[in-house]
């Protein structure tokens, strides 16, 4: 089990931005298919928003990661203490 989890769809442009930017810096990642919603249509191969996951995107929003950003954006800022550039500039 990875130090990141990233928590998306992979079809989402945002979880493809995060997950290249991820692959970039050599930071090793899980990436852990959710969907945005807390109720997903039945029928679908991974789960929506859990009640217990609900507090790590108080947006309600993919891409997340099981850290304290909830916006694909500050995911990219994230340096993981390897890095002190910036790549979302």
């Known amino acids: 089990m990875?130090?990141?989890?990233?928590?998306?769809a992979g079809g989402s442009p945002f979880v493809r931005k995060v997950r290249i930017v991820l692959a970039e810096k050599g930071l090793a990642?899980?990436?852990?298919p959710t969907v945005p919603?807390?109720?997903p249509p039945p029928g679908l191969p991974f789960p929506g928003i859990t009640p217990e996951l609900r507090p790590k995107t108080?947006?309600?929003k993919i891409p997340f990661a099981r850290m304290a950003v909830a916006r694909s954006c500050q995911l990219i800022r994230f340096d993981g203490g390897t890095h002190g550039r910036d790549?979302?500039?």
């Open 87 to 89: 790549l979302s500039q």
């Open 37 to 39: 919603v807390t109720d």
């Open 58 to 60: 108080p947006l309600g």
């Open 2 to 8: 990875s130090d990141i989890l990233l928590h998306g």
């Open 29 to 32: 990642y899980e990436h852990v």
